[in-house]
Nanobody, 123 residues
Framework: VQLQASGGGLVQAGGSLRLSCAAS????????VGWFRQAPGKERQFVAT????????RYADSVQGRFTISRDNAKNTVYLQMNSLRPEDTAVYYC?????????????????WGQGTQVTVSS
């Protein structure tokens, strides 16, 4: 599975962005998908994940209620809608796919990674 993330950019605090992750290659519906982020000098951290059919979403506590993960299997695309953005959300955001089918939060469980897209939130 090849993953291509896009949609990052510069936004003011309180604003919104929608990230997209386009998948190609193997059957996309075999995979759970997740979003992770990595700020400078910090470890990559879990943000959100959803099962192969788009259900059972799970979120990091820091984004719960502000971010929404969704997927359109007909388009082989996963989305991350980010609202009420904060400066601490600034990071490179990565999408990933796991052959578990069910949502997982640990980076080690993911088999494929996209290249990342920068999100910068100004105060």
């Amino acid at each position: 599975v090849q993953l291509q993330a896009s949609g990052g950019g510069l936004v003011q605090a309180g604003g919104s962005l929608r990230l997209s992750c386009a998948a190609s290659g193997r059957a996309f519906t075999d995979y759970a998908v997740g979003w992770f982020r990595q700020a400078p000098g910090k470890e990559r951290q879990f943000v959100a994940t959803t099962a192969w059919f788009g259900g059972n979403p799970r979120y990091a506590d820091s984004v719960q209620g502000r971010f929404t993960i969704s997927r359109d299997n007909a388009k082989n695309t996963v989305y991350l809608q980010m609202n009420s953005l904060r400066p601490e959300d600034t990071a490179v955001y990565y999408c990933a796919a796991a052959n578990t089918g069910q949502p997982v939060t640990r980076t080690q469980r993911y088999n494929y990674w996209g290249q990342g897209t920068q999100v910068t939130v100004s105060s």
